[in-house]
Nanobody, 115 residues
């Protein structure tokens, strides 16, 4: 099992930046898939970005060139650097980890971008 705790959300003006962190309760060295998802009010949860154990990344088209996902296995932490934020990025952001058949989620952190 692994517990995930997100932090770093908040209120920011359009064009600003935030860095989200996802701290895991145990080593993430063996966790091949870690990702960030988001859910806006009235919408389904969607993938923002994910990163594999060897550092391969994948991004939603809507965030390409603005967001960067990274992982620090030594700190058991995954990050999401968000630049050039837009009001449509407003959502609760969730960290996700997949190990074998198990799927783990954090409690989420609110990101609000004002225009």
């Amino acid at each position: 099992q692994v517990q995930l705790v997100e932090s770093g959300g908040g209120l920011v003006q359009a064009g600003g930046s935030l860095r989200l962190s996802c701290a895991a309760s145990r080593s993430i060295f063996s966790i091949n898939y870690m990702g960030w998802y988001r859910q806006a009010p009235g919408k389904e949860r969607e993938l923002v970005a994910h990163i594999t154990g060897v550092g391969r990344t994948n991004y939603a088209d809507s965030v390409k060139g603005r967001f960067t996902i990274s992982r620090d296995n030594a700190k058991n932490t995954v990050y999401l650097q968000m630049n050039s934020l837009k009001p449509e990025d407003t959502a609760v952001y969730y960290c996700n980890a997949r190990t074998g058949l198990s799927n783990y989620w954090g409690q989420g952190t609110q990101v609000t971008v004002s225009s």
